[in-house]
C-alpha cells in the first residue's frame, strides 16, 4: 500500500474512532425517550466542503427550494449535445442557456463571497461586446489589435470585481 492511501485510512479510521476502519456504532438505548439536545446532534451535520469555502457558505438563489440552476444546465446540455447532430440552431440556444446559467451561479458566488470568478465574469461581457463587433460591424477585428483592446478592458475589469470578492468574503466571515 502507497503512503498516501495509508495515511487516507488512517485519517478514515481517525474520523469514525474505531480501528477497523467501520463506524463505532452506538446501541439502540434511549431512542423512545424524548431528548431534544440528544436528538439535534443526532441530525446536526459537518457541513461539506463543498457548502462551505473558507468560512463562507455557498449562497442559495433566490428560488432556493427549485432547482432552476440544475434544470437550466440539463437543458443547456441537451440542447448543445442535440446541436451537434445536425443542429446549428440547437447547438447555439444550447451555448446561450448555458453560457446564462453558469454566469448566474458564478455571479451569485463571486458576490456573495464564496468563491471568486473574477477572470471568467470579466471575459464574459467583454467576449460579448468583441462577438457583437465582429457579427454586426466588421469582420476584420480579430488578431492581434482585438486582443490587446480585450485585455485592456479585461484586466482593470477582472481587478474591480477581484476586490470586490475579497470585500464580500470578509464581510461573510463576520
Request: charged residues 20%; contains cysteine.
Amino acid at each position: 500500500m502507497s503512503k498516501s492511501r495509508a495515511k487516507k485510512k488512517q485519517r478514515q479510521r481517525a474520523r469514525t474512532g474505531s480501528a477497523g476502519g467501520s463506524p463505532t456504532r452506538r446501541p439502540h438505548v434511549g431512542r423512545d425517550v424524548d431528548d431534544p439536545p440528544a436528538q439535534a446532534a443526532a441530525n446536526a451535520r459537518r457541513p461539506s466542503r463543498l457548502e462551505v469555502r473558507d468560512g463562507v457558505r455557498r449562497p442559495d438563489a433566490i428560488w432556493a427550494p427549485f432547482p432552476l440552476t440544475e434544470i437550466g444546465m440539463a437543458v443547456g446540455i441537451v440542447l448543445f449535445l442535440l446541436g451537434f447532430a445536425g443542429a446549428p440552431a440547437l447547438l447555439l440556444a444550447g451555448v446561450g442557456v448555458l453560457v446564462v446559467v453558469v454566469a448566474e451561479l458564478c455571479l451569485r458566488e463571486h458576490f456573495a463571497g464564496f468563491r471568486s470568478h473574477s477572470i471568467l465574469l470579466a471575459l464574459l461581457p467583454v467576449t460579448v461586446v468583441h462577438l457583437a463587433v465582429v457579427l454586426l460591424v466588421s469582420e476584420d477585428w480579430r488578431g492581434p489589435p482585438a486582443l490587446l483592446a480585450d485585455l485592456v478592458v479585461v484586466a482593470p475589469l477582472a481587478w474591480w470585481l477581484q476586490r470586490n470578492f475579497r470585500r464580500a468574503q470578509n464581510r461573510a466571515r463576520r
